[in-house]
């Protein structure tokens, strides 16, 4: 079965500092990659995806995400970090028709 | 709506009732998710419905729970016999198509409290 991990419960990032969410990942065939971000008292909301083509992929709020094959990796990542960017971030794969989520990880941004 | 919406908002209710969680998902999708929230966890997927398919009912921890849809419209989730390891929030998403290339659209969740 297809999963991702994210090793990291909690990251602490000063504001401005680049940040950087891991994402490690655990498939059979190509695999679609996701990033959803959870808000306090509110849905999840879709940053960005990966499928196929540039292994940098751009999405929502200025985040990124480097595919990385060789270490199966799918890290988040935001050159300066916002108070406001404090959330908990969760990394995704597809399964068949599923999505399959990380138990997240909650940033949080120092001011 | 613009968006995936779920009701209640907020349940709580006594152990050994049943309750039911609505969701309406955006118009025109055919792929709806259940999924389940604990207290600092992640993601826990429930069930599946897309079009008139049969659902993945894979992830259903036991059951007393249950879920409908007709066709691409709303869909209920069912627990039977609440227990306090209900307890939760509980989260829908639909997504346009059946490929997972698609974007999934979550709803607010629903907070069950199971006292």
């Known amino acids: 079965a297809q999963s991702v991990a994210q090793p990291e419960d909690q990251v602490n990032v000063a504001e401005g500092n680049p940040l950087t969410v891991k994402c490690t990942y655990s498939?059979?065939?190509?695999?679609?990659l996701f990033w959803y971000v959870q808000y306090p008292n509110r849905g999840l909301q879709f940053l960005l995806k990966y499928i196929t083509g540039d292994n940098l992929v751009k999405g929502s709020y200025g985040f990124e995400a480097e595919f990385n094959k060789s270490q199966t990796s799918f890290h988040l990542k935001k050159p300066s970090a916002l108070v406001s960017d404090s959330a908990l971030y969760f990394c995704?794969?597809?399964?068949?028709?599923?999505?399959?989520f990380g138990k997240g990880t909650r940033l949080h941004i120092l001011p | 709506g613009a968006g995936v919406s779920q009701s209640p908002s907020n349940k709580v209710t006594e152990k050994g009732k049943d309750v039911e969680l609505r969701c309406d998902p955006i118009?025109?999708?055919?792929?709806l998710y259940w999924y389940r929230q604990r207290l600092g966890q992640g993601l826990e997927f429930l069930i599946y419905f897309q079009g008139n398919s049969a659902p993945d009912k894979s992830g259903l921890p036991s059951d007393r729970f249950s879920a409908e849809r007709t066709g691409e419209s709303v869909s209920t989730l069912t627990i039977q016999r609440t227990q306090q390891e209900d307890s939760a929030v509980y989260l829908c998403?639909?997504?346009?198509?059946?490929?997972?290339?698609?974007?999934?659209?979550f709803g607010p969740g629903t907070r069950l409290t199971v006292l």
């Open positions: 998403a639909s997504r346009k198509t059946r490929s997972s290339t698609d974007t999934q659209y």
């Open positions: 498939v059979s065939g190509n695999p679609y």
């Open positions: 118009s025109g999708h055919t792929a």
């Open positions: 995704a794969v597809r399964d068949d028709d599923k999505i399959i």
